[in-house]
């Protein structure tokens, strides 16, 4: 609120920031959006007179951040690894990685990184499994070939290789029985666990 009362002989009084013209007596409210100085001229036959006054305008305070909400603690390990990380899938008697692998692999990693976030002293480790075919020295070699090319690929994608560890199951781990293709490639694969 401004309040003003001009005394003496006076023939025209003014505020400046916008006001313009008022009577030699008043108030008048304001709300300037900043710190601004108010300034009043009187003017008179024996010249002019001014007088100023600053309002000062204050940011309001941040308002409290919205109460945070409890952190849910992480679900266990093994229910994030079921849930959030898939199997590889590999061609017959090949060790590299298909571009179906490719993106399962990319996904792998986020999820992964996640974990390792929660559970920082874990190592994952890498399975690497073949389908029944083929000796089982050879296939040993092959799981061993196909768990290194997934964990090679992780690492590249930001997972610490220091957190990953390769073993081979060879075909002494079979999810399908059956002597069929579709039964074969469920076998072929990298399978993420955790512990030794």
């Known amino acids: 609120m401004l309040s ?4 003496g002989e006076v023939t025209a009084v003014s505020i400046d920031q916008g006001i313009g013209a008022v009577q030699r007596a008043g108030n008048r409210t304001v709300s300037p959006d900043n710190s601004t100085v108010f ?3 009187a003017s008179g036959p024996g010249g002019a007179a001014r007088a100023s006054t600053a309002i000062r305008v204050f940011s309001a305070p941040p308002s409290a951040p919205p109460a945070s909400l409890p952190r849910t603690p992480p679900a266990t390990l093994e229910g994030r690894l079921a849930s959030d990380v898939q199997d590889a899938y590999f061609d017959y008697d090949k060790s590299d990685l298909r571009s179906d692998a490719q993106d399962t692999l990319a996904r792998d990693a986020t999820a992964l990184r996640s974990i ?17 075919r083929g000796s089982a020295e050879y ?6 070939r196909r768990a290194s090319a997934a964990k090679d690929f992780l690492v590249q994608f930001g997972v610490p290789a220091n957190s990953l560890k390769v073993i081979s199951f060879g075909k002494e781990r079979q999810v ?3 002597q069929s293709e579709a039964c074969w490639q469920s076998n072929r694969r990298v399978h993420f666990s955790a512990g030794p």
């Not at 003003?4 to 005394?7: A, H, K, L, M």
């Not at 390792?116 to 029944?132: A, Y």
């Not at 296939?139 to 061993?144: F, H, Q, R, V």
């Open 176 to 178: 399908c029985a059956e």
């Open 116 to 132: 390792l976030r929660d559970f920082p002293k874990l190592v994952l480790t890498l399975e690497g499994h073949c389908d029944e």
């Open 139 to 144: 296939n040993l070699a092959l799981g061993d």
């Open 39 to 41: 300034a009043l001229t």
């Open 4 to 7: 003003w009362d001009v005394t």
